[in-house]
């Protein structure tokens, strides 16, 4: 069994911050990666950040530039730092973690937690 635990959401006015942080806890193997997703209400969700175990990060074009993630191999913890954060950010994130092939292994996903910003 794996499990991934997230923290952090809530809400926040426009420009303010917000840190997430996932904890992966259980049988933890062969990582090839862990990343943030979103879904707003009515969309898809859709890819936020990744990182690799070989450190090579992803972004989604949106958040460039606002957001970080970042990864404790050591802790098997992953956190993004959100940073000038606009109402279009407001979704629930879920962390997400792949065992495996980089582009074709299990997928893992936490509960997911929201994030809400408003004034």
């Known amino acids: 069994q794996l499990q991934l635990v997230e923290s952090g959401g809530g809400l926040v006015q426009p420009g303010g911050s917000l840190r997430l942080s996932c904890a992966a806890s259980?049988?933890?193997?062969?990582?090839?990666?862990m990343a943030w997703y979103r879904q707003a209400p009515g969309k898809q969700r859709e890819l936020v950040a990744l990182?690799?175990?070989?450190?090579?990060?992803n972004y989604v074009e949106s958040v460039k530039g606002r957001f970080t993630i970042s990864r404790d191999n050591a802790k098997n913890t992953v956190t993004l730092q959100m940073n000038s954060l606009k109402p279009e950010d407001t979704a629930v994130y879920y962390c997400?973690?792949?065992?495996?092939?980089?582009?074709?292994?299990?997928?893992?996903w936490g509960q997911g937690t929201q994030v809400t910003v408003s004034s």
């Open positions: 997400n973690l792949r065992r495996g092939n980089l582009y074709s292994g299990t997928d893992y």
């Open positions: 990182i690799t175990s070989y450190g090579n990060i």
């Open positions: 259980g049988s933890i193997f062969g990582i090839s990666a």
